[in-house]
């Protein structure tokens, strides 16, 4: 079975603080996404990755960053927290391709105070 | 306009009737679908993978692609309680990203 794991469930920052978000996979994908979740809105697609060091923009890159140094890691970024980025962060890797099911890992619940 | 809009629900059912979830596309160029199901706190599940029009089973979940509608649905047969969750239906365009309809909330009661 596929594990993606994200560091934390659970997370509160203050806004201006930089945060970061770590999530690994153990399947040796090529791929790796970062989306938010928020109610009424659904799933939306912050950054993704298909190789290592090489990073793509989403639908929605503004206020974030990421870094992929190895192939099973991809960190997500918050450069300095705002109110509006409190939200469930939900990690996902893929097969090499660009049409491959994607896996997802439980998510961190991150607020923003 | 979306390019994925998902029945929103919520759906109650009882225990043992067929689930029939339902989503629409805006987009007909070469594409795949799945489906996911998400229980409270938890990341989404893939369920169901397709890529053609037609029927695909796997157990007591069926995923429908009709491209000429631009329609999919996910029906669950004999539902359980342990199938309350929220569905979510994906579609992929052959460059990594999908885009996924906002989910159904089913319960299905005892």
């Known amino acids: 079975d596929v594990k993606v794991t994200q560091s934390s469930r659970y997370l509160v920052k203050r806004t201006g603080e930089k945060v970061f978000l770590e999530c690994v996979q153990d399947?040796?994908?090529?791929?790796m996404f970062w989306y938010r979740q928020d109610p009424g809105l659904g799933l939306r697609l912050i950054y993704f990755?298909?190789?290592?060091?090489?990073?793509e923009k989403g639908d929605i890159p503004e206020g974030y960053s990421v870094s992929r140094e190895k192939k099973e890691r991809f960190s997500l970024i918050l450069e300095s927290a705002s109110t509006n980025q409190t939200s469930m962060y939900l990690c996902a890797s893929s097969l090499e391709g660009g049409n491959q099911p994607q896996h997802f890992g439980d998510g961190t619940r991150l607020s923003i105070l | 306009q979306k390019e994925v809009e998902q029945d929103p629900g919520p759906l109650s059912v009882p225990e043992g009737a067929i689930v029939s979830l339902n989503c629409t596309y805006s987009n007909s160029a070469f594409q795949y679908f799945m489906w996911y199901r998400q229980y409270s706190r938890k990341g989404p599940e893939l369920l169901m993978y397709?890529?053609?029009?037609g029927n695909k089973e796997d157990g007591r979940f069926t995923a429908q692609v009709d491209k000429s509608s631009k329609y999919i649905s996910l029906f669950i047969r004999d539902s359980q309680p342990s199938d309350s969750a929220t569905y979510l239906c994906a579609r992929g365009l052959n460059d990594y990203k999908l885009s996924f309809g906002a989910g159904t909330t089913v319960t299905v009661r005892a």
């Open positions: 397709t890529y053609s029009s």
């Open positions: 990755s298909y190789d290592v060091k090489m990073k």
């Open positions: 399947m040796d994908h090529e791929n």
